[in-house]
């Protein structure tokens, strides 16, 4: 099992080390700069659940690596489409592609790129940064790696990802319905990452004022009902089981979009709450509080240079 990592940012660094230090043949597909940071410094996981160091296989060019299994996509977004012509040559050499992005609409794009058959599910759900000197820094316990086939076809590989990444220091899971999966996380972090960010509270900042909590339950209701008629059915009792999820957060946790609104980075509100604005004028269905989420973040997505 050979593993292309693109992008090694805070959860393709993080992830990617993983695997590597599972013994997994892992090399990352970086842009210049990270190359020769990578290059000299090498790569450090800082992280609760053990640190580790080592010197990765870096490339900058797709030419560089023969061929692969597994392509994982960690970039953020926003950078999705700049890595489509990166990724093709090595998608044309029989690699899957396995996107880590928040969200799903990213799967409408690399499947008109490269067809159906090339582009598994899979998401992440982790508390990761990259530090200044390019550190993956790990601060909570959680450190989960979901992926699973899309098309019947697409089991074996992901069978075989499985088996090689077995060792690895994450939980590491072969899902059966990733289509759904991809949407629950999806459902969740659109309303959890939105009332954040669009109220500039942690999760407990938003739980302790009534109609602020109820903000955040009408957005998970709705993107309850476009779960359902984007064929992701999710339990009648999601919404208030997510809530109660939440309430258990620590204090201060809040999502990584209203951390990069802290740093005045550039978020992924097209790609979440804009996706579900687009998807539910489709379906010809109305998302109030998610569209009025959309409306208030949608000027902070690009910050002012
Ligand atoms: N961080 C977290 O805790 C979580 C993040 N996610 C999701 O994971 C995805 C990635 O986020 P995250 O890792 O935090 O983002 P980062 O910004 O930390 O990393 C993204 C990396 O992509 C690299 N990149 C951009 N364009 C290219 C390109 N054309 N070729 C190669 N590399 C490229 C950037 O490198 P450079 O600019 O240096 O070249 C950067 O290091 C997002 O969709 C996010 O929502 C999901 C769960 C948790
Ligand atoms: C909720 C969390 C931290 C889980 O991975 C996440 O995906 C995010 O905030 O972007």
Same mark, same amino acid.
């Given at each position: 099992m050979k593993v292309v990592v693109v992008g090694a940012g805070a959860v393709g660094g993080y992830f990617g080390s993983r695997l590597a230090e599972a013994g997994v043949d892992v090399t990352f597909l970086v842009r210049e700069k990270r190359a020769a940071q990578l290059r000299e410094c090498g790569l450090t996981v800082r992280s609760v659940q053990g640190d580790y160091r080592y010197t990765p296989q870096v490339v900058t060019d797709a030419a560089e690596v023969e061929a692969c299994d597994v392509l994982v996509v960690a970039v953020k977004n926003y950078h999705l489409s700049d890595t489509l012509s990166t990724l093709k040559p090595l998608v044309e050499r029989g690699a899957k592609v396995l996107p880590l992005l928040n969200g799903v609409g990213h799967l409408d794009l690399l499947r008109a790129e490269f067809g159906e058959a090339a582009v598994l599910g899979g998401y992440c759900n982790i508390i990761v940064t990259l530090s200044e000197q390019g550190d993956a820094v790990h601060t909570s316990p959680t450190h989960e790696f979901t992926f699973g086939a899309l098309v019947p076809e697409q089991e074996a590989?992901?069978? $075989? #990802? #499985?088996?090689?990444?077995?060792?690895?220091?994450?939980? =590491?899971? *072969?899902?059966?319905?990733?289509?759904?999966? /991809?949407?629950? &996380?999806?459902? @969740?972090?659109?309303? @959890? %990452?939105?009332?954040?960010?669009? %109220?500039? =509270? %942690?999760?407990?900042?938003? /739980?302790? *004022?009534?109609?602020? $909590?109820?903000?955040?339950? $009408?957005? #998970?209701?709705? /993107?309850?009902?476009?779960? !359902? $008629?984007? !064929?992701?059915? +999710?339990?009648?009792? #999601?919404?208030? &089981? =997510? /809530?109660?999820? +939440?309430?258990?957060f620590p204090a201060g946790a809040t999502s990584s979009m209203h951390q990069d609104f802290r740093k005045g980075l550039p978020l992924e509100v097209e790609s979440l709450q804009g996706v579900a604005v687009r998807y539910a004028d489709e379906e010809g269905i109305d998302l109030p509080t998610v569209r009025t989420l959309y409306g208030l973040l949608v000027p902070h997505a690009t910050p002012a240079a």
């Open positions: 590989v992901c069978e $075989r #990802l #499985l088996a090689a990444g077995q060792g690895a220091n994450i939980n =590491l899971n *072969h899902s059966q319905a990733i289509y759904r999966d /991809m949407w629950q &996380k999806y459902l @969740f972090i659109t309303a @959890f %990452s939105g009332v954040t960010t669009a %109220s500039r =509270l %942690s999760i407990d900042g938003v /739980m302790a *004022h009534p109609p602020t $909590r109820e903000v955040l339950r $009408r957005a #998970l209701t709705e /993107m309850h009902t476009l779960a !359902g $008629r984007k !064929g992701a059915v +999710m339990p009648d009792d #999601l919404v208030e &089981k =997510l /809530m109660t999820y +939440m309430d258990g």
